[in-house]
C-alpha cells in the first residue's frame, strides 16, 4: 500500500515554502513519526515526519522546489519490506521503461548504479552493463570500481585543466539565499522606501543596573530556577512602562490609519544561524524580570535549534535589538513594519563622565531610537527614549511606575 507524504497545511500570511532538506533517499527505510525533510518558509522551518512505517518509494517534490499547502511531496510504500527488495523491485520497473523507452539511447542505469556513479564521478559510457538490455547495474559499478580504470577513459566529471597563471588560492562559492535571509532583506528595503525613518539617540548610565546584577544575580538564580537576571528584561520592562506613557509609540499603521494597542508585545531581535528573528514577548506588562529572562532563553534556544514556530513570530507593537552583544557600540536600526519604532542597544563601555561637578568613569551605554516620522513627531521620540533612560538608571521608578 502507498501513502502520500503532503507537505503541512502554511497559515494565510504563509503562501508557500521551499523543499530544504530530504534526510531520506529513496529506498531507505523509515519508522512512523521520524524526520523526513525540511519544509523553509519565510518565517520558520517546518519539520516533516513520516505518516507510517515502510520504504521512501519517491521524491516528488526535490530540494530547492517550492511547495503550497498540503501539497504531495512524496510517497510511502507501507510495510516492512527490506531496502534491498525494494531496490529491486524499482530497479526491475525502471528497467522495463528504459528498455522501451531508451533502447538506442544513452546507457541504461539502475538507481543504485546512478548513485554510485554519481558518488565516483564515473562516466557511465565506460561500463558495459550485464542486466536487461544491456542495463548497468549495481553489481556492474561494484565489479568496474575493483579494477584498474583504463588509461584511455576520460572521466566526464574530472576538473578540467586550469589555464596558465591561474591562482589555487582564489576560492568563489555561489550559495542561493535562504527564504528567511531573502524576506528580512525585502522587508528593510521596504521599510526604508516606505517609512519617513528617523533616529534619535541617547546614552544610559547602566552602573544602576549593573550593582543590582552584581548584588541579587545569584539569589535570582537560584529562587527562579536558574534563570539568570540579565541586562534586557529591564530593558523590557522600562520599554513596557514608557509605551504606556506614549501610546503613539506603541502604534501601527494601517493604511491611512493608526492602531493604538491596549497592549504591549515586545518583538526581542534574535540572530540564529538562518538569520535575524524577532520573536515576540506577548503581554510583556504582564510579566516580572524572571518571566522575560526565561522567555527569552527559550526563544534563542528554539533560534538555534530552528523550533521557532509562526506563532511565535507573528505580531508585535515595538522591538528591541541588542547590537551589543556582538560588540555595536552605535547604530540606526531599522523599523519593523507595521510597527511605528525600533529601540537600539549598544555596547557597555566606561566613559569619562561629569557628575555633579566631578570627572568620574562610568558604565555608558548608546541607546538609538528608530521611528516612523509619519506617526510619531521628534518631541515624542525623544521624550520616550528619554523615559526609558530615566527608569533604567533609577530603577525603583519601575517599582514605583513614576
Known sequence: MEIEIKAPALPESVPDGTIAT????????????????????????????????????????????????????????????????FEQVVE??????????????EPLLSPAAKRLL??????????????????????????????DRPNDVRDIHETPAKPPGALDDRIEERVPMSRLRSTVAKRMLQASQTTAMLTTFNEVNMKPIMDIRERYKEEFQQVHDGVRLGFMSFFVRASVEALKRFPT?????????????GYQDISVAIGS??????????????????????????????????????????????????????????STPI???????????????ERAMVIDGELKALPMMYLALSYDHQMLDGKEAVQFLVSIKELLEDPTRLLLEI
Do not use: C
Open 118 to 147: 554519481d558518488e565516483n564521478k564515473i562516466n557511465a559510457s565506460s561500463i558495459n552493463g550485464s542486466g536487461k538490455g544491456g542495463r548497468i547495474t549495481k553489481e556492474d559499478v561494484v565489479n568496474y570500481l575493483s579494477l
Open 92 to 105: 526491475n520497473d525502471e528497467a522495463s521503461k528504459l528498455a522501451d523507452n531508451h533502447a538506442d539511447s
Open 249 to 261: 509609540v506603541n502604534a501601527s499603521l494601517d493604511g491611512s490609519d493608526m492602531i493604538y494597542h
Open 273 to 330: 544561524p538562518r538569520g535575524l528573528v524577532a520573536p515576540v514577548l506577548r503581554n510583556a506588562d504582564h510579566m516580572g524580570l524572571a518571566q522575560i529572562e526565561k522567555e527569552i532563553r527559550q526563544f534563542g534556544e528554539k533560534a538555534n535549534d530552528g523550533k521557532l514556530s509562526i506563532d511565535d513570530l507573528s505580531g508585535g507593537t515595538f522591538t528591541i535589538s541588542n547590537g551589543g552583544v556582538f560588540g555595536s557600540l552605535l
Open 22 to 85: 530530504w534526510y531520506k533517499e529513496v529506498g531507505d527505510t523509515v519508522s512512523r513519526d521520524e524526520l523526513l525533510v525540511d519544509i523553509e518558509t519565510d518565517k520558520v522551518v517546518i519539520e516533516v515526519v513520516s505518516p507510517g512505517d515502510g520504504i521512501l518509494r519517491a521524491i516528488v517534490k526535490a530540494s530547492g522546489e517550492t511547495i503550497i499547502s498540503n501539497e504531495v511531496i512524496g510517497r510511502l510504500a507501507e510495510g516492512g519490506a527490506s531496502k534491498i527488495e
Open 335 to 349: 523599523v519593523n513594519p507595521p510597527q511605528t519604532a525600533v529601540l537600539g542597544m549598544h555596547k557597555i563601555q
